[in-house]
């Protein structure tokens, strides 16, 4: 496998806070639930049974893992926000996305949620202060500490790697 199909735009790797680059993130937090619905529009279910890379999830699953994803970040946001660096949940993402909710939902069901959860989560953060952005907690998987500001800049990140997922798939395969 190719790194190209495994890290499509490239690893994740932090980015120095300035206020444009804030502006730019908190476009993309906004805006991922259109771009990723723009990216699976009119898949029909074979396509959206297609792993995207090989040994890689399905569409559909990423759909769903994508929520999963971002539905803890919130909620690591809000405890970064009202908790002194907290510890973190971690969970096991390979196992999520192969229970019932994955395996018998249509993805819209997490396309409309992800529309109503960045909602919330732009609003939660978007006035910010650089203090605020400053906020840590501790990541016990990866074994450290992480700003808000890393925090946005990885989820950021994480949303437009997985829509190049798709739109990489679609395009390898002429859909």
């Not at 619905?37 to 995207?52: F, K």
């Not at 808000?148 to 990140?157: G, I």
Request: charged content about 25%.
């Amino acid at each position: 496998m190719t790194e190209d199909l495994k890290y499509p735009i490239g690893k994740f790797s932090p980015e120095i806070f300035t206020p444009s680059e804030k502006e730019k993130k908190l476009l993309e937090i906004e805006f991922l639930p259109t771009d990723l619905e723009m990216s699976i529009q009119n898949l029909d279910e074979h396509q959206l049974q297609t792993p995207y890379r090989p040994g890689g999830w399905t569409i559909h699953q990423l759909v769903h893992h994508i929520a999963d994803s971002h539905m803890n970040c919130f909620i690591r946001f809000k405890l970064g926000l009202t908790e002194d660096h907290p510890t973190i949940k971690i969970y096991d993402e390979k196992l999520w996305a192969n229970l019932d909710d994955v395996k018998l939902q249509p993805v819209n069901v997490s396309i409309t949620l992800l529309h109503a959860l960045h909602r919330r989560w732009h609003s939660a953060i978007k006035n910010l202060n650089e203090m605020q952005w400053e906020r840590t907690l501790f990541h016990p998987e990866q074994n450290k500490d992480m700003s808000l500001w890393d925090l946005l800049c990885l989820y950021a990140w994480h949303g437009k790697h997985h829509v190049k997922h798709i739109l990489a798939l679609r395009e390898r395969m002429k859909w």
